[in-house]
């Protein structure tokens, strides 16, 4: 099934509806999409509670008797996985995009359109399997709707085209990652033992969990610099856990840093400060 993005317009923006789509019941129109440009080419990253809105931009052209208002006829980009006739999930935007006329002949008008895709992880992302290389798609609908029923009768008539592998965007899961040098103060020359944890954004629970065998970085900067170092690697265990020991030269602050893999965002934690005596 499809979600279909077609409602009564409310306030200038369009109201989305989820309905049930079969094969396009209406003649096919003679729309191109090109030019698309998810989250202007960065990864999208996502945690386990809030909505990330996406920035979209391609051009459309389309038909010049073929009119788009976004109450009930729409068109705009989405991002799905899997192939499109066989969809395993859909993400897709909760406005009407706005689009810009940048050229017009007899017959055809051509758009500068940008637009939003919102990526709520509790409602639309499942699984593992979400955070991986999207396709993009350009899509139209129409709905044509009598709910008069004085004369005992309504209609109801709705089509959907979709035109795939547009371009690409990576979903990634956000990471947390916690860094703490013990003891504090300490003396110089001693041993200090920097501890933290790298989580992952797990969509199936809606919470954070370990991130085990990840290479992350441990950085020092000292006091007075602006610039980290690169101390060791380490090597995340068991529930993501960080655990490593260094000797105290000076006063300043120890990090850890996460490079992100193909799955997973990058992240660094916050400095901890450690006074050596």
Not at 53 to 63: H, S
Not at 96 to 119: F, K, L, Q, S, Y
Not at 179 to 199: D, R
Not at 207 to 216: E, I, M, R
Request: net charge negative; glycine share 10%; with cysteine.
């Amino acid at each position: 099934m499809r979600k279909f993005a077609i409602g009564a317009a409310v306030s200038g923006a369009l109201a989305l509806s989820a309905l049930a789509v079969p094969t396009a019941s209406a003649a096919t129109p003679d729309l191109t999409f090109s030019g698309v440009v998810v989250n202007g080419g960065k990864a999208i990253v996502v945690g386990t509670t809030s909505t990330v809105t996406v920035p979209v931009t391609y051009t459309m052209t389309r038909p010049a008797d073929l009119v788009i208002d976004y109450d009930t006829t729409a068109a705009g980009i989405l991002l799905y996985r899997g192939s499109l006739s066989d969809i395993d999930n859909e993400l897709g935007g909760d406005a009407a995009p706005t689009c810009t006329t940048t050229a017009t002949t007899d017959t055809t008008v051509t758009e500068a359109c940008t637009g939003t895709i919102a990526v709520d992880p509790y409602n639309y992302l499942y699984e593992a399997a979400d955070a991986t290389t999207w396709k993009a798609a350009g899509y139209y609908g129409h709905i044509e709707q009598d709910n008069d029923d004085s004369d005992g009768h309504i209609s109801l008539d709705y089509g959907y085209d979709m035109w795939g592998n547009l371009g690409t965007a990576q979903i990634k899961r956000a990471a947390k990652l916690t860094a703490n040098a013990t003891p504090e103060p300490v003396v110089k020359g001693k041993t200090l033992t920097v501890t933290g944890t790298l989580t992952r954004a797990n969509w199936e629970t809606s919470k954070y969990s370990g991130y085990t065998s990840q290479s992350v970085a441990l950085q020092f900067r000292a006091k007075g610099s602006d610039t980290y170092t690169t101390v060791k690697t380490v090597t995340s265990g068991t529930a993501g856990a960080l655990k490593t020991t260094v000797k105290a030269s000076a006063d300043g602050y120890y990090r850890y840093k996460f490079a992100g893999t193909t799955t997973t965002g990058a992240k660094t934690a916050a400095g901890d400060f450690v006074d050596v005596k």
